[in-house]
C-alpha cells in the first residue's frame, strides 16, 4: 500500500450511523467445536461496538475471521455494503479493517518507526523513505499521546506504550474499523485509562471500534452498543444506555449470577509466613522481586493482585524455594528457610498451586493416582524403603477423586485424558489434602467452570 | 484389527492395561514384517529368492547351538547399550554416547585386567568389571553435567564425545598399553590368565557378560516398575519442571540416570573385552553402540521388550555370514534390512501414526 494513501483523511461521506461492517451467518468451525454458530452482526460506522463474552465463546474467531486470520466455513462478510472476499490479513488492510492482537506484533529489536512501516512499500520501493514516513508518523504519535521518541526500541517501552504502537500502525495502514482483541488484558489500571481516552478520541475521529472483552464494566464504560457472545453464538445486541451490569452477566453466562462473593469474616492470627526484603535474581523473562515485605498470617487469605510478569512469578519461587534468593529473609514460623530444600519446606506444609498446570502442575503422561502423589510417593506409606506401594496409593487416590469430585473412570488413567477443570482439581486435591499450613495460589480457578471456582473459596 | 473393533464394543471396560502391548509389542513387531517384506521385494529385484536368503538368515542365526550361542554372545554388549540408552531416556534425554561409553569401559577394563598380576582371580576379575562400570558411568557424565550446568544439547555432546573415547583408545593401544609383540592392528597388552570371564557352557561363547547383562535387565525392569527411584526418574523425564515444582531434585536425578546409563554401556565394553576378546584392539566395536540405539528404539524402551530386540538384530549380524555363504546373497543385504527395520521403527513411532494407533483403541476420549 501506498503510503500517502493512507495516514487518517477527511471522511468524504457521513459514515456515523451507515452500517459499515455486517456479517451473516458466519460459521467457522474447529475439529470437534464450532466456534461461530451462524453468527450475524451488523456494526455501525462510527461506533464503539462492544463484543462481550467469557472465554470460548468465540468472540476471537469471529474478529479472525474478520481480519482474515482465518477462513470461515459459511457465511458472507460486507463492508460497507459490498461482499468482502477476505482471505489474508492484507485483504482486510486494503479494505481498512485493522485489528491490534492480544499479544502485540512488533519486533522488539526495531524501532517504533521501524515497526509502523514494517512491509510497507514506498514511492521509492526498494528503498525505505523514512523522512516522509517520519513526519506523517510523528502527527499520528503526537496525536495520540505516544510519550516515546520514535526512534526508541520497541522492546524498552511500556506495554501501554506498545499497544500504542500497534493502534498507530493500524491506522498508519489506512485502518478505518479497528478491532481491539482483549485490549486491557495487559494493561495496569492507569494504562487502561488511558486507552479509554484514546479510544474516545478515535471514535471522535470517526474511526469504528470493535472492542473484544470480558470485562463488564470497562465495556459499560466504553462502548455504545455491546453484543453478547456465548458459545459460539450471538445472544443478544443491546445498546449501552440500555442495559446493567446484571444484566449482561446474566447473558454472558446464561443463567442468573450472584455476583458478589460470601465470605466469613477471617481472625487473623499469628505470623505464619513473612518475606522480609526479599530481592531475587532475574532469570529466564521472569521480573524479579526487589526487596519485598510480606507477611501471612494464619487463617487469613492474602490476595496478591498485579497484572501477569510483575514479580508473582518470583514470588512463588521464592516461597518454595524454587530459585535462590539473592537478599533479605524468608521466614517460616520463626526461623529463615531460605537454604531449605523445596521437598522439605512441602513436606512441613507449605504448599502451591503452579500457575500453569500442565508445564509445572501435572506430568500429563501419568495416571491421576501418579499426580494426587507426586510429591509424596516417596514418603510412608505410599511408598516405603524405596518400593512403591500401589495398593495404598490407588486407594488414597479413590478417595481423593470423591472428596473433590474429580471426574475419571478410575485413577490408573492418565491425566491428559481429563478435562481442564478436572486436571485442576487433581492439583487442588494434592495441596489441599495434606493441610498446609500455607497454601500458595496462582490463578487458581483458572479453567474452572462457575461451579468449582465457588468450591475454591 | 478385529480385536480393536470388539474393545470399541464395550468402551467402559478399563483398558489401559491391554493398551501397553499394542504400543509396545505390534508396532515393533508390524515394523519387523514391513522391513522384510521391504528387503523381499528388494532381494527379488537383485534376481535372488528371499524366501531361501530368510531361511538362510535364520539357519545362521538360530540354526544350531554354535550358531545360537553365536547370536547371544553378539546380543551381551547390544543389551547392555541398549538398557543404558532406555534408561536415559526414560530420565529424558538421549544417550547417543554409548559408543564411548563402551570404549572407556574397554579401556578401563584393560587398564586393571592387564595389570595387577598376582590378585585372586576373582576379586581381579570383579576390579576390572568396576573400573569399567565406573568409567562409561563418569564418560557420561560429562554430557549430563554440560546440559545440566549451560543446557547444551546432549545429543551433540554425547556424539562428540565418542570421538574423543575412540581416539583415546587408538592412542592408548598405540602407545602407552602397547603390546610387546607382533605387528598389524595395534594392540593393548592381554588379558592376565584368570581373569578372563568363565565360560557359561563349554565349546561356546557365552560367558558371564550374559548373567550381567539379563541381571540389568531385570533389575532396570524391577527399578522401574516397583520403586520410588524409578518413579522419581520418570517423573523427571516426562515433566522436569512439574518435578522441580513437587520438590524432586531433577538435576540429581538426571545426572544419576545417566550415569547407570554410561556405566551399563561401560560394562558392555567390559563383557567385550574380558569375555573374548581379550585385549583392546583399536576399533574394537565400531558400531554396537550406535546400533544399541536401534535396539533401544525397537524395544520401546522396556526392559525385556530390549531384551527380545538385541537378540533380533543380533540374530541379523550373526546370520548375515550364513545368508553369504549359504544364499550366496551379499552380506550388505542385511544391513539393508536392519536399516529398514529401523526406519520402520522409527516411522512407527512418529506422533502421527502413535494418535492413529490410539484412535483404533478408542482411547481418545476425554474425561
Known sequence: MNAQTSTLRPTPHSETGDVILELRNIVKRFPGIVANDHVSLKIRAGEVHALLGENGAGKSTLMKVVYGLYQKDEGEVLVRNQPAHIRVPQDAMALGIGMVHQHFMLVPNFTVIENIILGLRTDRYPLLDLGKSLERIKTLADDFGLNAPLSAKVGGLTVGQQQKVEIIKALYRGARILILDEPTAVLIPQEAEELFKLIEHLRADGVTLIFISHKLKEVLRVSDRITVMRRGQLIDTRDTTATTIVELAELMVGKAVDLSVAKRPSTPGENHLELRRVTTRADQGVRPLQELDLALRSGEIHGLAGVDGNGQQALVQAIMGLCPVAGGQVIFHGRDIRAMETAERISRGIEHIPENRHTEGLVLGLSVTDNLLLERFEHRPFGDRGLRQFKIMRAHAATLMQKFDIRAPNPDIQTLKLSGGNQQKVILARSLWPDPTVLIAMQPTRGLDVGAASFIQ | MAEDISQNLAPLKPKARFSLPIANVAMPLLSIVVAALAGAVIILLMGYDPLKAYAALAQGSFGNLMQTSETVK???PLLLCGLGIAFAFQSGAFNIGAVGQMYMGGLAAILVAGQFAGLPGWLHMLLATLAAFVAGGLWALLPAFLKVRY????????????????????YMVAGPIKSGGYGGAPTSWPVLA???????????????GLIFAL??????FFVMRYTTLGQRVRIVGQNRVAATHAGIRADRVFLLAFFLSGSLAGLAGAAEILGYQARLISGF???????????????GHAPFLVGLSALFFAGLQTGAVAMEAIAKLPAQLVDLIRVLAILAVLAASSPRIVEFARKLQGEDRKW
Open chain 2, 285 to 299: 566395536a565400531p558400531s554396537t553402540g550406535y546400533d544399541a540405539i536401534a535396539v533401544a528404539l525397537l524395544g
Open chain 2, 151 to 170: 543446557a547444551s544439547n546432549e545429543i551433540i555432546s554425547t556424539i562428540l564425545l565418542n570421538y574423543v573415547a575412540i581416539y583415546l583408545v587408538d
Open chain 2, 74 to 76: 553378539t546380543a551381551v
Open chain 2, 194 to 208: 584368570g581373569v578372563m570371564y568363565p565360560k557359561l557352557v563349554p565349546q561356546t561363547q557365552l560367558h558371564l
Open chain 2, 215 to 220: 541381571s540389568a535387565m531385570v533389575i532396570l
